[in-house]
């Protein structure tokens, strides 16, 4: 069933032409499955699922209820929505800071931090970071960064003790949402779409061998984050294309934050910058995946083949999940591969 208070509008039919367009990509070898959804403010418009959601070693087909491991999209629904509650409930401010950075540097990737780092090689992440993070001068330019959700990850759980908790209670609860969790329970691995065969593509990054052995399957792939107990904040949220779109229909109508917040939010707060961002939040530069969307538009991406886009001035909302990084993390051109489904979409 879909998820509570998403009502599912009747279809159209340019989800044959989506369907067909996946299939096509599948068929080339981009991705063994995907989920979508394309809905308004009012509903789901549009949605599917095609392909197998585990290939190997054995196969899974791919449905509208399927799971997928969101990576970071959990930077914008998630733990930006944690840091912006506590805003709105006045226990910080954006220009407070926090172990040397504010929030707002944090939320925007002007921290001067570094994009990446295998924390779990280091003993304490938070140290690792502070010692070792740093790569240009805190303001100076935009540098997409899992260290600033790590960061944000801290402060949110000094803020609310447990931050899976906390998600729980202020966002899936809030929501009644039950297809949207860290740590799946395993009796729900029939319903997730697998990942990495091993930690390979971490391992080549961070030159070391790889820290896991096997299908990751039902455990998030990112390393800091599974490592750290299944989420460092930056990445490890699982969930269905249709929960998904229920937290982007919140952000849309306000339902969790104030409006004022929300478009403070979902503005550029980095217009001379080399990058367009807002609090959490990418907004379009026209590359190939973002130069049909409106100016206003916000959204965000993970790594293992997800994204998530909103066209207020066109007021839809647009979902596509896939795990291309199953069975290995092979390059991709997903730029293309998002841009054709949001042309499709629109």
Excluded at 108 to 132: F, K, N, V
Excluded at 167 to 176: T, V
Excluded at 268 to 280: K, Q, S, Y
Aim: aromatic content about 10%; hydrophobic content about 45%; glycine content about 8%.
């Amino acid at each position: 069933m879909p998820a509570a208070h998403v009502p599912v509008l009747n279809e159209v039919p340019s989800a044959r032409s989506i369907d067909s367009f996946l299939t096509r990509e599948i068929d080339v070898g981009s991705f063994p499955s995907a989920s979508y959804v394309v809905g308004s403010p009012r509903g789901i418009e549009i949605e599917g699922a095609v392909g197998h959601a585990v290939a190997v070693p054995l196969r899974v087909p791919a449905t509208v209820e399927t799971v997928y491991d969101c990576a970071s999209i959990t930077k914008p629904l998630i733990t930006t929505t944690l840091i912006l509650l506590a805003v709105a409930e006045h226990q910080i401010t954006l220009d407070d800071r926090f172990q040397g950075f504010t929030y707002r540097e944090l939320l925007t990737h002007t921290s001067g931090l570094r994009a990446w780092m295998p924390l779990y090689a280091y003993d304490d992440y938070l140290r690792a970071i502070l010692d070792e993070g740093r790569e240009c001068e805190r303001g100076t330019r935009v540098i997409y960064s899992d260290l600033n959700f790590i960061m944000l990850w801290y402060a949110a759980r000094a803020m609310y003790g447990d931050f899976i908790a906390a998600a729980g209670k202020r966002i899936f609860g809030a929501l009644q949402l039950r297809d949207a969790m860290f740590n799946p329970m395993a009796l729900l691995r029939p319903r997730i779409a697998a990942t990495e065969w091993g930690q390979r593509y971490e391992a080549k990054m961070a030159n070391r061998p790889a820290a896991r052995d096997g299908l990751i399957w039902g455990e998030t792939h990112d390393g800091n984050s599974f490592f750290a107990g299944g989420t460092a904040g930056n990445a490890g949220l699982f969930a269905t294309a249709r929960a998904i779109f229920r937290i982007a229909q919140a952000w849309v109508n306000a339902e969790l934050l104030p409006r004022p917040l929300v478009d403070d939010a979902t503005r550029n707060h980095t217009p001379r910058m080399n990058d367009a961002r807002g609090l959490g939040w990418q907004l379009p530069t026209g590359s190939e995946a973002t130069k049909m969307l409106s100016p206003r538009s916000f959204g965000h991406t993970g790594f293992t083949g997800t994204s998530l886009w909103i066209d207020p001035d066109r007021k839809r909302t647009m979902i596509l999940l896939t795990n291309r990084v199953h069975p290995c993390a092979a390059p991709i051109n997903m730029q293309r591969i998002r841009g054709e489904f949001h042309r499709l979409a629109l």
